[in-house]
């Protein structure tokens, strides 16, 4: 799957007339510098850079913000859009955004939860990867190059259509780019048997400061390092990762299971913070904690607690297995499903049995919710008080809700710097705190902000603590931002992000990009402007 899966769409909008940007000295500047850079031959330009009065700008530009936060007419837009087609055309917009001393964002998928890769407060640009989306998989060394402009989707119908045995350990949503999605050290539901996406990658293409496209090899293994969870963005412009696929039973077992406060709810909380990570490898067993109406009691809220999960075996092991270390959850073989990983990748999107694998190239672009979202991480179990605590107050802020996402299993095998992902051995849970709606407007935004801050603060007296720690790929602005590119600025966020290894990511920051062009409101600082 590569470039002939361009849709036919993306062919016509990306159409830019030298009168449109002729009055627009930085455009023609840029453009001049990128044909020279890339040694394009006439009209090869206008296929791949996009101007602010072009008609297709605009279509372009909302096609992949995934959070409708950003997509609105006071959102910084970009001055241009780069949508190359050749990775030589990146190395020529990152050559010439420097010499034209403009910053640059770099978009993927666009989910990123703060819209770190399409907006800024200072003039930029955008280099828009969806056009480099190629995916070449060796059977034989049972790896994958993956251009980073390619959808999980994308990634796993490709996978599935090559192998019924072969998977990769990477997010559930089909829509997510896989630039962002690896580099922050994106997970799914095989974390506990594979880990993250980042201890499955074997090497990488990145473009440097300086416009080189780089290897494993030829970038170092600092660098490598760095780029393998934490964030591409502040270091290059990663074009692809070489994953390592992994080996996957033929038959996967799943079940949704329900409970209301009114029923046992808390009990099986209690006992799931227990098992969940500590449970066998081969099970993950993701908990949702969502306010709803009441089935007892009409016009009261209550509690929901959701349990979803999927083990790598049949329903009779999985049974088995729970009946002995959590008889409380009551699972029956009638509650699982069994079927094949790829058909468990469209079960977790709630897409209908029987659907062919080829929906996960759907797109769906320009299609987008109202986001917030925030993390945080459980070290130890929340007592039983605690959590009848935290029912209350999660009732009375009214919408926003949990995800409890198990660790153990593999993450604890791996040390906490073999990558900069540090959450390793000692963390029980990752915890989302999220929040959608979808009606427009700043009193809107201004509402439900408040309520997942809330239902953050609710959550302090039992999660990690010094630093509280985040998950990068979950952006989060109110845990601080960059506005001079400081050490002390970046280590605010940075600590929370990657613990002991904020340091190491600034070494090698410092040696690859000194003068900070590769930067964000939360990228990686340079020691030189501590």
Known sequence: MGKSMLPLLFVFLLHVSASWAASDPLFNTISQCVSAQAKLQSGELSKILVAKDSPSYTSVLQNYIRNARFNTSATPKPVIIVTPTAESHVSAAVVCAKKSGIQIRIRSGGHDYEGVSYVSDVAFIIIDMFNLRSIDIDLKTQTAWVQTGATLGELYYSISQKSNTLGFPAGVCPTVGVGGHISGGGYGFLIRKFGLTTDNVVDAKIVDVQGRI??????????????????????GVILSFQIRLVTLPPTISVFRLERYLEENATDIVVKYQQVAPTTDENLFMRMLVQPVDSKVKKGEKTVRITIIAEFQGDANTLVALLGKEFPELGLKKGDIAEMSWIQSVLWWNQIPNGTAPSVLLERNVNDADFVRRKSDYLKTPIPRAGLESLWTKIVAIGKPGLVFNPYGGKMNQIPPTATPFAHRAGFLFKIQHSITWSEPGPEEEQLHTSEIRKLHDALTPYV???????????????????????????????????????????????????????????????????
Do not use: C, H
Request: overall charge positive; proline content about 3%.
């Open 464 to 530: 990690s603590q010094n630093p509280r720690s985040a998950y990068l790929n979950y952006r989060d602005f109110d845990i601080g931002i960059s506005q001079k590119g400081t050490y002390e600025e970046g280590k605010v966020y940075g600590e929370k992000y990657f613990n002991q290894n904020f340091d190491r990511l600034v070494q090698v920051k410092t040696q690859v990009d000194p003068e900070n062009f590769f930067r964000n409101q939360q990228s990686i600082p340079t020691r030189s402007k501590a």
């Open 214 to 235: 780089l290897d494993r090899k030829s970038m170092g293994e600092d660098l490598f390092w760095a780029i393998r969870g934490g964030g591409g963005a502040s270091f």
